[in-house]
């Protein structure tokens, strides 16, 4: 069995395969495991599907977030706290167990193309560099290579939408409590939010999603420059949207391909979060190709997704105005509800959010009515 991108989804493809003794080779295009520094949030649900494999990633736990929208703030606390990682540690640790279970990683090699002789499936791929190729067998390919996957275009998947993704390094104000996320709604400058993680006492990334890069950048820098913060470091990339569920598995040339994690677009679209989903997405893959079914958990993640993809079509519609309403609406309950359940069990979430304030459900539906996003089929705005 071939892995093809050494990251999160992939390492931890590889580790649940090739723990039940199942011969399996990873193929990382860079040549040495040092993925950029990136500073992520995601619910504990991480540490329930990790365990212990996770900690050495988590630098940080957050128990509080503060939204704000035009002056106004609700602070929503968390019975549970959030995790802050550091990626590269994450994918450092996934790819030891991932060895140590038997797997081979091969570094500097990247996936070129399928071969096209029926007698003999598998990989062409290239070694980085050299520019010489070598053909891999191959019966089964999993393609955890990223938004823009190599393997998911050769396969025939239509490209992902993206949209970049962009945050900054900044020392945090001395009043800063370090267990608080910071969200700002500011819909004129994009449909998505702001945010400021602290990852140390001292330190946070501060950073938004848009749609167009260069505006993306403008708005940070001058998000930056209103609130007087001084980036030490820029981080980014183009992160692939849900705009409906991929299929993960195709045959193609004699040969079982699969995708996880951002090749798949396995990311929540209403906070653009792709760890989790993509583990989910990874363990899903798994079972598919050890018992023959991994249906459930694909199931189960197809909702978890198209759910989030609701509440995005909802928030796209939103003015500041809504934004500001909603805050005001969080009634104890509500908080209560915001504090139990978190987003990726996005189902009971909504559900106890609209039996505590109903008026909630009517704010989202106008959102879902506005410009006829209910019947669009892919991202509004
Ligand atoms: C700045 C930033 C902040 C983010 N913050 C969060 C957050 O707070 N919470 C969250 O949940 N998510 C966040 N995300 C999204 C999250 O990082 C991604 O969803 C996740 O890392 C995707 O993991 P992956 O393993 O699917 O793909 P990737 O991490 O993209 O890995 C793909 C791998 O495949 C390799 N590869 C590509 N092509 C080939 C090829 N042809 N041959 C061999 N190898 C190949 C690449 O080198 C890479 O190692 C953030 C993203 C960015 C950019």
């Known amino acids: 069995m071939a892995v093809v991108g050494g990251s999160a989804a992939g390492f931890f493809t590889a580790w649940l395969l090739s723990r039940t003794g199942r011969p399996v080779c990873v193929f990382e295009q860079n040549d040495r495991l040092d993925p950029a520094s990136r500073t992520l949030i995601v ?108 393997v998911a275009r050769r396969a025939g998947w239509p490209r992902p939408e993206t949209v970049p993704l962009l945050q900054a390094i900044v020392r945090l104000p001395p009043d800063f409590p370090p267990d608080t996320v910071r969200v700002w709604f500011v819909p004129e400058e994009t449909p998505y939010f702001y945010w400021l993680i602290p990852e140390t006492p001292t330190q946070g990334a501060l950073g938004l999603i848009g749609e167009d890069g260069e ?68 363990e899903a893959v798994s079972s ?8 459930r958990q694909l199931r189960s993640l197809r909702r978890e997704l198209n759910l989030h993809l609701l509440v995005r079509r909802s928030l796209h519609q939103f003015s500041q105005q809504d934004y500001s309403r909603l805050l005001d609406l969080l009634n104890p309950a509500a908080h209560d509800s915001l504090s139990r359940f978190h987003r990726d069990d996005v189902a009971r ?9 109903p008026r909630l459900l009517w704010l989202g539906l106008r959102g879902l009515l506005a410009k006829g996003v209910l019947s669009s089929n892919g991202q509004s705005g």
Request: aromatic share 6%; proline share 4%; net charge neutral.
């Open 288 to 295: 598919a190709i050890l018992r023959s079914d991994g249906s």
């Open 349 to 357: 979430m909504l559900l106890r959010l609209c039996q505590s304030q």
């Open 43 to 150: 619910t504990h649900r991480m540490r329930e599907m990790l365990r212990e494999l996770g900690e050495p990633s988590v630098v940080n736990e957050i128990r509080r977030f503060e939204i704000w929208s035009d002056g106004r703030s609700a602070q929503v606390s968390l019975d549970r706290p959030d995790l802050i990682v550091e990626r590269s540690t994450l994918i450092q640790t996934l790819a030891e167990r991932a060895r140590a279970a038997g797997a081979e990683v091969v570094l500097g090699r990247r996936f070129i193309r399928f071969s096209q002789d029926p007698d003999a499936p598998g990989l062409v791929t290239e070694r980085r560099g050299s520019g010489e190729s070598e053909t891999v067998p191959a019966s089964v390919v999993v393609g955890a290579d990223g938004a823009l996957s190599e």
């Open 215 to 282: 505006k993306t950048r403008t708005c940070l820098q001058q998000f930056l420059d209103r609130h007087g913060f001084e980036p030490i470091e820029y981080q980014g990339a183009r992160i692939p949207i849900y705009v409906g569920w991929v299929p993960v598995h195709r045959r193609v040339a004699g040969m079982d391909v699969y995708l996880v994690g951002d090749a798949a677009s396995q990311v929540k679209v209403s906070t653009v979060g792709g760890i989790v989903t993509g583990l989910r997405g990874a």
